[in-house]
């Protein structure tokens, strides 16, 4: 019988955390991490591979990891 109200609570619970979110989305809150690279730093980042630069240091000098530097080339 707990087992089952924990249950009934538990979607409770969730049904109230979806709700807020679509509220939140709404009002224009949004969700997810925040982007560590400008337009501006993905435009400039080819130019300076092309002109020899390493990977490690463009990463470095944009202050992000060289996965997140692929990422942002890629995407």
Request: proline share 3%.
């Amino acid at each position: 019988m707990i087992g089952v109200l924990a249950q009934l609570e538990r979607s409770l619970i969730s049904e109230r955390a979806r709700a807020g979110a679509k509220t939140a989305q709404r009002r224009g809150v949004k969700f997810g991490r925040k982007v560590k690279l400008t337009p501006e730093q993905i435009d400039h980042v080819p130019k300076l591979i092309d002109k020899g630069e390493a990977r490690q240091y463009v990463a470095d000098l944009l202050n992000v990891g060289r996965s997140t530097l692929y990422r942002a080339l890629v995407g």
